[in-house]
């Protein structure tokens, strides 16, 4: 299944910030899976932004701080967020890396023009997996440029992404 997560990430400034943006605001959110909340939460927050180098005012504080405060919280209130609370497995930034026979890269999506020339290699990160009642996994996967500019095209694009990460997820588990 393919969650979206549209609405959660609606901050002022949520397109154009960069890798150094969603780098702290994936750190927040593993943070909040963990079971970080308040003071703490906001403390995870102002670090992860220090950390990444997004900008502060004349007193050094993260002017994005509550900001990411407010998105953190707003997906802990989330619907996705809520069933991944109440899954029996739950796992957060999960690495992965699998090789696919060259004749399974086109039915995963991979690019054509290499799709049964080689051994496909496909690694990346699932942000947030969870295995429901009927045994099914969910796959999230935080995007924080909100997609816009180019909407329909962006989430063509991020579709397919996880897509391919559920294809990959499959594989890896042997579970649907």
């Known amino acids: 299944r393919v969650e979206s997560m549209d609405g959660v ?21 593993e943070a909040a899976a963990q079971g ?10 102002r670090a992860a932004l220090i950390e990444n180098e997004r900008p502060v005012d004349a007193r050094g504080e993260p002017t994005e701080l509550e900001e990411l405060v407010a998105l953190v919280e707003r ?16 796992l957060v930034e999960a690495p992965f890396c699998i090789a696919f026979d060259p004749r399974d890269a086109e039915t995963l999506g991979l690019a054509e023009e290499r ?7 496909v690694e990346g990160v699932v942000d947030l997996a969870f295995r429901e009642g009927d ?5 999230c996967d935080f995007k924080t440029d909100g997609a816009s500019g180019h909407r329909e095209e962006r989430l063509a ?3 397919r992404q996880v ?9 890896l588990t042997g579970e649907p």
């Open 115 to 121: 799709a049964g020339e080689r051994t496909e290699v």
């Open 9 to 29: 990430n609606r901050g002022a400034n949520g397109a154009g910030r960069g890798a150094d943006w969603g780098t702290a605001v994936h750190l927040a959110i």
């Open 157 to 159: 694009l991020y579709r």
């Open 163 to 171: 897509d391919l990460y559920a294809a990959c997820w499959e594989r």
């Open 135 to 139: 045994g099914a996994w969910v796959i």
């Open 75 to 90: 997906l802990g209130r989330s619907a996705v967020w809520g069933r991944a609370q109440r899954a029996d497995r739950r």
């Open 36 to 45: 970080v909340t308040g003071e703490t939460l906001r403390a995870v927050c």
